[in-house]
T-cell receptor
């Protein structure tokens, strides 16, 4: 079985400060890892993914994530938060082989204060 | 390039009725999957289709079904609706399967279903 944990329901950060949204995963074998963002009443927008290679992945809107195999983590980061980054963020994992449905975390609401 | 298109965006149904939701994937994408999003259960996988064949299925009752057409468009159907089926239903597409499982999955805006 595969699973994703997002330990924080909400993260609050001041505009201009760095932000981190945490994600840990559990999967047998090599993982594919994804981050999505959801704005109110909208679908999911793809931010970035880790497949293989460099552990630091850069994505859309200045976001990046660091894959850490030993800690089974894939935290989302941004050096300087914007108010417009306020949204719901989902981490997801998919196995390299076998059933390839995405398993999502419960989501973390990011609130960026001006 | 147009994204994943879902129709209708909003609908209200009565308990016991059935509903059909439609999804047009990104042009060239042959894999379509469906997810249910609710406040209580979060995002849950329903099923995935590739080349008109169901490839994966989540843990949902048989009232939830789907199909894919030769042009990759997909529909999902929920019969005998229950209040708990109220949710955002998200369709997603990607370009391949097999060793291309790392391909990005792109989501549509979703169909909001309210069962009363």
């Amino acid at each position: 079985a595969q699973s994703v944990a997002q330990p924080e329901d909400q993260v609050n950060v001041a505009e201009g400060n760095p932000l981190t949204v945490k994600c840990t995963y559990s999967v047998s074998g090599n993982p594919y890892l994804f981050w999505y963002v959801q704005y109110p009443n909208r679908g999911l927008q793809f931010l970035l993914k880790y497949i293989t290679g460099d552990n630091l992945v850069k994505g859309s809107y200045g976001f990046e994530a660091e894959f850490n195999k030993s800690q089974t983590s894939f935290h989302l980061k941004k050096p300087s938060a914007l108010v417009s980054d306020s949204a719901l963020y989902f981490c997801a994992v998919r196995r390299y082989t076998g059933r390839r449905a995405l398993t999502f975390g419960s989501g973390t609401r990011l609130q960026v204060q001006p | 390039k147009a994204g994943v298109t879902q129709t209708p965006r909003y609908l209200i149904k009565t308990r016991g009725q059935q509903v059909t939701l439609s999804c047009s994937p990104i042009s060239g994408h042959r894999s379509v999957s469906w997810y249910q999003q609710t406040p209580g259960q979060g995002l849950q996988f329903l099923f995935e289709y590739f080349s008109e064949t169901q490839r994966n299925k989540g843990n949902f009752p048989g009232r939830f079904s789907g199909r894919q057409f030769s042009n990759s468009r997909s529909e999902m159907n929920v019969s005998t609706l229950e209040l708990g089926d109220s949710a955002l239903y998200l369709c997603a597409s990607r370009s391949g399967t097999g060793q291309l499982a790392g391909n990005t999955i792109y989501f549509g805006e979703g169909s909001w279903l309210t069962v009363v």
